[in-house]
C-alpha cells in the first residue's frame, strides 16, 4: 500500500468532467402542479350528445354496384333526439338501396346531386346506428378521367345539443375504376372533306 493513496472524491468529479461520460443532473426540480391547477375545467353538459358521422368505400367498377357503411354514433352523455344523417352523392354516383332512408334527386342544380336522408327517433349514449348503401358507379370512358374520384359528403345533426360540431361532417372519394376506352373517331364524311383546306404537296411549293 506504500506509495499509492486512494482518492475516490477526485475520481469522480473527473469522471463527470468527461464529455460523455455523465449526464449533468439539473439543478432543481420543478415543483408538482397545484391542488387547484385543473379547477377551472368545467364537466360536460350533462344535457349534450357528442353526434359522429364516418363512412367510406374505396373503388368501384362503371356499372356495377358496391356497398358504402355509414356508422352515426352518440359519445354521450345524453341521448340525440330526433337524429338526421344527410348524405350527398355526386352525379357519378346513384343509389340503387338506401336502407329505408329517403332519396331526393335535385334537378335544380347543374352538379345533379343526390340526397338521402336517413331520420330516427333518438340514439342513446354510447349506441351507433349502421346504414349501408347500395351505390352504382356511372360508366366513365378515360375521357372523363377528372370525374373519376367523386366525393361522398355526410352530415348529422340533431335536436340535442352538440359537444363538439366538427365531427359532425365526414366525406369519401369512391375511384371509379377501370375506365372504358374511349369510342373510336368516326371517319370524316364527304361533306367535312370539302371544306378542309386543301393539302399543298412540299415538294410543289414554290421556292423563294
Known amino acids: 500500500m506504500s506509495g499509492w493513496i486512494l482518492r475516490p472524491a477526485l475520481w469522480s468529479a473527473a469522471a463527470l468532467a468527461l464529455p460523455g461520460t455523465a449526464t449533468a443532473l439539473p439543478e432543481t426540480v420543478p415543483p408538482a ?22 363512412g367510406g368505400l374505396w373503388s368501384l367498377r362503371p356499372g356495377k354496384t358496391g356497398t358504402a357503411y355509414i356508422s352515426v354514433a352518440n359519445g354521450g352523455p345524453a341521448e340525440a333526439r330526433n337524429p338526421v344523417l344527410t348524405v350527398a352523392l355526386p352525379k357519378q354516383l346513384s343509389a340503387s338501396d338506401t336502407s329505408g332512408c329517403r332519396q331526393a334527386a335535385s334537378s335544380l342544380t347543374p352538379q345533379g346531386t343526390t340526397t338521402i336522408t336517413c331520420r330516427w327517433r333518438r340514439i342513446k349514449p354510447v349506441d351507433h346506428r349502421l ?11 378515360k375521357s372523363d378521367a377528372p370525374l373519376s374520384r367523386p ?12 359537444l363538439l360540431e366538427k365531427d359532425n361532417q365526414d366525406s369519401f372519394t369512391v375511384r371509379i375504376r377501370p375506365l372504358l376506352p374511349d369510342p373510336p373517331k368516326p371517319p370524316p364524311s364527304k361533306a367535312d ?8 404537296d412540299p415538294a410543289e411549293e414554290p421556292n423563294p
Open 131 to 141: 346504414v349501408p348503401l347500395k351505390l352504382k358507379a356511372a360508366r366513365l370512358r
Open 193 to 200: 372533306q370539302e371544306t378542309l383546306p386543301p393539302q399543298i
Open 151 to 162: 366525393k361522398v359528403t355526410l352530415q348529422v345533426t340533431s335536436e340535442t345539443p352538440e
Open 33 to 54: 402542479p397545484a391542488r387547484n391547477a385543473f379547477e377551472h375545467v368545467e364537466p360536460p353538459d350533462p344535457a349534450s350528445a357528442d353526434l359522429t358521422v364516418v
